[in-house]
DNA sequence: CGCGAGCTTGACGTTGTTCAACTAGAGTGG
DNA sequence: CCACTCTAGTTGAACAACGTCAAGCTCGCG
């Protein structure tokens, strides 16, 4: 069962709202007042996809992950780490969510409710201004991720996953994942025994080192250009 | 060459934009002053993958199809038609295309420069909010998309196509279809080679007619069955 | 008439999935 | 403490899906 508990203070939040700055005191506290901060486990579910949309999501601890349900296999679209706002791109559509979001760690969130969410942001033009950006800057991500699954090949995607957590999550050529191998398989859009198979074959070939999780990137440069390749 | 002119009264104009009785009458001026109607032929560019934004897109007349450019192969992503904006989702961004625009029909395309289009939409939430919610809805698309092509197969992929015709274009189960074999490819993400098979297979199958371009649906329910079931 | 672009079909090779068998480690209950 | 089971991970081999290559066709146009 999750956690649930209230905030005693946003604008003294450790896990402070990203453009909380851009709204006055009235509007702080009336977001203070309709919000509720969730805990969620490694690998409960935050969002399950066809339901509707009740709240708006800001992850003020932890890594969680947005996926799409498929019918033969999910596929993983992006991870969110802390500081992240969830799913705002589907507050002002038509209030379904089309993804699924489950935590990759132990996670906090805390929970908006969305008419409130959509009534600040219609009186500061600002801080619906800041989201449209974010909304817009998220776009490209999608438009990267559709390139990538359309024309490159398994090698060139998986050096693509890793890449990512090297580059984006960790900031570090070692790192643990923080995932399962079926997992990472669904970032990448292949099988699991594919996934399996390519991170072998990098280790063999040098590219990298492998004990379970842990991965050390040993050629930077080499992972780029079989990204780069395809 | 495009051939370019000046809008006489965008209130009068017959290819109205979109949500601009939102708009008050100086607000509508300010963007008359600031727009010019350009018309392109079949085949021309009307946004290149990789340049900057400097104008916000409304389609009032023809048929455009919106597609990334790919090392390999390009695929389109969606098709835009008469009365829709294009690229909005960019506006509020980083102002990089991520993807090309190309003329599937003569078009018009009104141009707006892009900072009076963000001022106008800054000073007017209602106009702003609406243009939010265009962009979360198309976000749907994109997922659904992106879904397909993770998870049906080619005779599915195809079948969407099919249906995307009939339901969401021409709204009959008879249509020209406005592109080559190839771009219907690039569509169902797939070979050209492997779309006409596939279309050839329909026929045979007495799925649909085919004669050039001309598409007819005999046998909805099976399509719809095929696309669901990938 | 000849040329080229779009279209069509078959054969073949490649890529990636599925299936199956096996291993290692973690947790469980007698 | 030891069998038992369960899950995650690993590897090879068979198979299916899909792309590529090659050849030929049709139609519009100079």
Do not use: W
């Given at each position: 069962?999750?956690?649930?508990?209230?905030?005693?203070?946003?604008?003294?939040?450790?896990?402070q709202?990203?453009?909380?700055?851009?709204?006055?005191?009235?509007?702080?506290?009336?977001?203070?007042?309709?919000?509720?901060?969730?805990?969620?486990?490694?690998?409960?579910?935050?969002?399950?996809?066809?339901?509707?949309?009740?709240?708006?999501?800001?992850?003020?601890?932890?890594?969680?992950?947005?996926?799409i349900?498929?019918?033969?296999?999910?596929?993983?679209?992006?991870i969110?780490?802390?500081?992240?706002?969830?799913?705002?791109?589907?507050?002002?559509?038509?209030?379904?969510?089309?993804?699924?979001?489950?935590?990759?760690?132990d996670?906090?969130?805390?929970?908006?409710?969305?008419?409130?969410?959509?009534?600040?942001?219609?009186?500061?033009?600002?801080?619906?201004?800041?989201?449209?950006?974010?909304?817009?800057?998220?776009?490209?991500?999608?438009?990267?991720?559709?390139?990538?699954?359309?024309?490159?090949?398994?090698?060139?995607?998986?050096?693509?996953?890793?890449?990512?957590?090297?580059?984006?999550?960790?900031?570090?050529?070692?790192f643990?994942?923080?995932?399962?191998?079926?997992?990472?398989?669904?970032?990448?859009?292949?099988?699991?025994?594919?996934?399996?198979?390519?991170?072998?074959?990098y280790?063999?070939?040098?590219?990298?080192?492998?004990?379970?999780?842990?991965?050390?990137?040993l050629?930077?440069?080499?992972?780029?250009?079989?990204?780069?390749?395809?």
């Amino acid at each position: 069962m999750p956690k649930i508990s209230r905030p005693r203070s946003c604008t003294r939040c450790p896990y402070q709202y990203k453009y909380l700055n851009l709204l006055g005191n009235e509007n702080i506290s009336s977001i203070q007042n309709n919000c509720m901060i969730i805990h969620f486990k490694r690998g409960e579910n935050i969002i399950k996809q066809g339901t509707d949309v009740t709240h708006a999501f800001y992850l003020a601890q932890g890594l969680v992950s947005l996926f799409i349900e498929g019918e033969k296999r999910n596929l993983i679209l992006k991870i969110k780490k802390a500081g992240d706002y969830i799913g705002l791109q589907t507050l002002f559509g038509d209030l379904k969510y089309r993804y699924s979001v489950s935590a990759l760690e132990d996670s906090m969130v805390c929970m908006i409710k969305s008419g409130i969410f959509l009534e600040t942001s219609k009186k500061n033009p600002d801080f619906l201004f800041e989201i449209m950006r974010g909304i817009s800057l998220s776009y490209n991500y999608m438009y990267k991720k559709i390139k990538d699954i359309n024309c490159k090949q398994l090698r060139g995607r998986m050096a693509d996953v890793l890449l990512y957590f090297s580059e984006e999550l960790y900031h570090s050529k070692s790192f643990e994942v923080p995932m399962t191998r079926k997992e990472m398989a669904q970032f990448a859009s292949m099988s699991m025994e594919n996934a399996v198979r390519i991170l072998s074959e990098y280790k063999k070939e040098g590219i990298i080192t492998v004990e379970g999780r842990k991965i050390t990137i040993l050629e930077e440069e080499i992972l780029k250009r079989i990204s780069e390749l395809g």
